[in-house]
């Protein structure tokens, strides 16, 4: 058996991918207090709402990110990490819209302000997670679930 360059390739990106969703979430947790003040900042949810977010969402980009990076549930994951970078997508022209100036609270390698830099790297990740959302979806359809491994000629 032999695995073709382009599925490892394709398999590479995956794992990046879910490995920076790990890391971000990862942040989120050990640094919750200044997670939870940038989502008191965007101003979008009740007080009440805030806490449970600043609980849940970060597990779930772990979750996420970890079953990526080990190859379970890859589509669920992929599906679960395009839809949370949407909708922060939205949050963050929401809040360019409102005229905020506040630090988007991403977790990833260093802190900045909600913008177009901001807009750019979610454009990037909803490209990236879909499309390989995408691939996977089509290489399902057309060879089943064992489709990585394909036989040596």
Partial sequence: MRISSSLIGLRALEVVL???F???GLQKVLHF???AEAVLAY???PESLVGLAVAGLPWLEIAAGLGLVAGLKRRSCLLLLTGLVAVFLVV???TMARGLSIDCGCGLFFQRQVGW??????AVL???AAGLYRWELLRYEKCGPESIVQAAP
């Fill in 22 to 24: 790990f890391y971000a």
């Fill in 92 to 94: 963050i022209f929401v």
């Fill in 117 to 122: 830099a901001a807009v750019l790297e979610d």
């Fill in 126 to 128: 909803i490209i990236w």
């Fill in 43 to 45: 101003r979008l949810l």
């Fill in 18 to 20: 879910g490995g920076l």
């Fill in 33 to 35: 207090h200044e997670f």
